[in-house]
């Protein structure tokens, strides 16, 4: 069994890939779609553009589960990117997108707002996975 350590680099390079697929996916794939769902147009975006406080919680929101999960894998052993994408999979299904559904339904929020917003997540958490599964770092 190999002494894992968590590889700062990949941690750093996960959390800019998750930002870009946050902003491609709340942009040009889903922007549209998830805007609607949540009640808001254009216009309204762009006459009340977000302050830094928002971006600032962003990044602190992709790097502390990112460095979690960085954690996780050298307490699990993984050691290649397959299995990072499983155990990315199996977070991002069972822990965020099934909570995340369950709430909109509670909520009455339309059906399509978690697929876009689970789907954000799954796909997350393998992306992360398979960067931190593949990029391992041993001591």
């Known amino acids: ?71 996780l894998f050298t307490r699990l052993n993984v050691t290649n990117a397959i299995n990072g994408a499983l155990i990315g999979l199996l977070i991002g299904f069972s822990f965020v997108f099934l909570s995340d559904m369950t709430g909109d339904m509670f909520a009455n929020r339309p059906y399509g707002l978690s697929w876009i917003t689970g789907g954000y997540s799954m796909l997350a958490l393998i992306v992360t996975g398979v960067l931190l599964g593949g990029w391992r770092k041993s001591g």
């Not at 890939?17 to 309204?44: C, E, I, N, Q």
């Open 1 to 71: 069994m190999q002494d894992l350590k968590i590889n700062h680099a990949a941690v750093w390079v996960a959390v800019v890939l998750l930002t870009v697929l946050g902003f491609l996916w709340y942009g040009p794939l889903f922007g549209d779609a998830w805007m609607a769902h949540v009640g808001l147009d254009r216009a309204t975006v762009e006459a009340n553009p977000p302050g830094a406080g928002i971006w600032i919680t962003n990044i602190i929101a992709t790097i502390i589960p990112v460095y979690t999960l960085a954690w």
